[in-house]
């Protein structure tokens, strides 16, 4: 099985249905009607109301021991597909939304990503995401959260949400913060607007990575200038495909962007709502096994994790 890594995936987004309507059964919760098509599978039609649907799964959780399942249960999925690394996007807007404190919330995380790693040997890390539709203030306060309680498997900062809301020089306060801080850096952009989100995301904001970009494939000079500066693309093609950016996993511009010299990353973003899987994503990128070997040796370069644990990591993937 080739070695793979993982820096774009969303927590709540890896829930597969079975999970939400066990954790709601548990926790005496009714989901939302709604939630599931005819065939048991996440219901949705665009962008937004998929960011909605997003929400409503989130109704099944409620009590720490729930995020600590669901980010064990996604480890050891990825890791019996041959992962070595995941870095997951948390937000903490939905433990506070539940009363859970940020350090319960974090530490049910720990456990979760501690028995995935005994059990599976796969080393798991998180990201703390805010959301941009929420706005700069809620972004800066999370910072400020994450700043005073640190955590060693906290390593970034992102932000995720809708991308047509504000600019990313609203959030370079609180960007900032987490940069100066030593947090590793990323942001959604050139998902579901165009290059000039993207633009705008590597002038304001202190950013080595980009979640997703792949409309930076509409514009030569941006892909040039993301090749020159290095800065790896968090490609998600599933979920491109999904949400209706492209028609088909030929018309999307992953080869593309390989042959402009982007470093690009394969991640597989809310796997069941997108009806994929980090293997999945392996399997279906035109790639021959030396490029998918390279792209799993990019992951983890660009990951937020430390230095010895990302040499620990390439010495694994390529011994
Ligand atoms: N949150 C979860 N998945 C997302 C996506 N694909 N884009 C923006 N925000 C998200
Ligand atoms: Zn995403």
Known sequence: MIPKAEIHCHLEGSIPPKLAVELAERNGLILPPNLFDEKGHYAWKDFW????????????????????DVIYSYLAGAAREGAVYVE???????????????????????????????????????????????GPERAEAMVRAMLAEPHPYVVGFGMGGDEAKFAPADFAPAYRLAHDNGYGCTVHAGEVVGPESVWAAIRDLPVTRIGHGVRSADD????????????????????????????????HPLHRLIAAGVRVTLNSDDPPF???????EYELAGLDERHLRGIARTTIEASFADAATRRQLLERISP
């Open 49 to 68: 109301s998929f960011l909605d649907s997003y929400d409503r799964v989130c109704t099944a959780l409620k009590k720490p021991r729930d995020f600590r």
């Open 274 to 280: 997108f009806h994929t899987t980090l293997g999945t």
């Open 88 to 134: 997951m996007f948390c937000s903490p807007e939905r433990p506070a939304a539940l009363g859970i404190s940020y350090v319960q919330w974090l530490e049910a995380l720990a456990q979760g990503i501690d028995d995935a790693r005994r059990e599976f040997g796969i080393v798991g890390r998180i990201i703390i995401i805010c959301i941009r539709h929420l």
């Open 220 to 251: 030569p000079a941006l892909m040039e200038e993301l090749a020159r500066r290095g800065i790896v693309l968090e490609v998600c093609p599933g979920s491109n495909v999904a949400l209706g950016l492209y028609p088909d996993r030929t018309s």
